[in-house]
């Protein structure tokens, strides 16, 4: 018989730089979970993706543990990788911060493919790229 699930959350957290204080503490302690043991197994299980915001997905049961469901790194996140830096542009349709070549663009298309809403590549390239436009980084296409 299944668990009974009590709630589930869902945070975005820096891979590997998870304390049991905000926003971990405030928003998994009402819940009754150990959030030194939430911090330990999120740490260990996303210590390879360093540098990046993970979103994880935290199903709560009744009996007071828990499951981890982690998700790819935003979009966002893996073009200031990709290009070096740190933000988009406060103002994306004058003032542009970098470029994307088709490359890069398949490149992040493929990491980022089990978490978009389709199994085309061409369409998660299109997809990629409007985040990039978005964020004021000329594309190549």
Known sequence: ???EIKSVH???LEAAKATP????G?????TGINT????SKFNEATKDLAGYTVPVIITIYKDRTFSLEFKTPPVSDYIRKELGIKKGSAVPN???VGKLTKEQLIKIAEKKMVDLNTNDIEAAIK??????KQMGVEVEI
């Open 26 to 30: 405030p928003s998994l302690s009402p």
């Open 1 to 3: 018989m299944a668990k």
């Open 127 to 132: 997809i990629i790229a409007g985040t990039a």
């Open 21 to 24: 204080g905000p926003p971990v």
């Open 36 to 39: 030194g043991d939430f911090c």
């Open 94 to 96: 004058l003032e542009k």
């Open 10 to 12: 869902k945070l975005y």
